[in-house]
């Protein structure tokens, strides 16, 4: 079955676009753990990112970097944070997460933002790219 990352790529499910390549996608986290908060994702669906192509692994760096370039003049933040974990959703993404303090880098708490301010983040972070 295809994955819900896998979905999103082929506009099944909706997403706050960031940036898009013939290979790779960037979009906002629905559940973010910071404002700004955003996967990168190949567009070859792969579960673990240490099973993927060495081509591909190291396009989706060059990509991530691209994007979080971006997302640092986009949010203000000290800093931007670099995560994979992949427990939940089993399709290769990166985090990039606006870091403020420790506690924006750990998957427990999350900010409720609304659909015109997630339309607002994905507009100003592609702004910059
Ligand atoms: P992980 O697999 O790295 O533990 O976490 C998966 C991440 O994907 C979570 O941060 C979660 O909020 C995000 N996520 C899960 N489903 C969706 C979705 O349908 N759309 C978007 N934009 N993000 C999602």
């Not at 606006?98 to 900010?111: G, H």
Request: proline residues 5%.
């Amino acid at each position: 079955m295809a994955s819900i990352f896998t979905k999103i790529i082929n506009g099944e499910i909706p997403c706050y676009k960031v940036a898009e390549t013939d290979e790779f996608l960037a979009f906002l986290d629905i559940n973010p753990n910071a404002k700004g908060h955003t996967l990168c994702i190949p567009k070859k669906e792969v579960d673990k990112i240490f099973d993927l192509d060495e081509d591909t692994y190291m396009g989706l760096m060059a990509f991530s970097r691209r994007v979080a370039i971006a997302l640092e003049k986009a949010v203000p933040c000290k800093r931007v944070g670099v995560s994979v974990i992949g427990l939940e959703v089993p399709h290769v993404h990166v985090h990039l997460i606006p870091l403020n303090r420790m506690d924006d880098a750990r998957f427990l708490s999350k900010e409720t933002l609304q659909p015109e301010e997630f339309e607002a983040i994905a507009k100003a972070i592609a702004s910059h790219l």
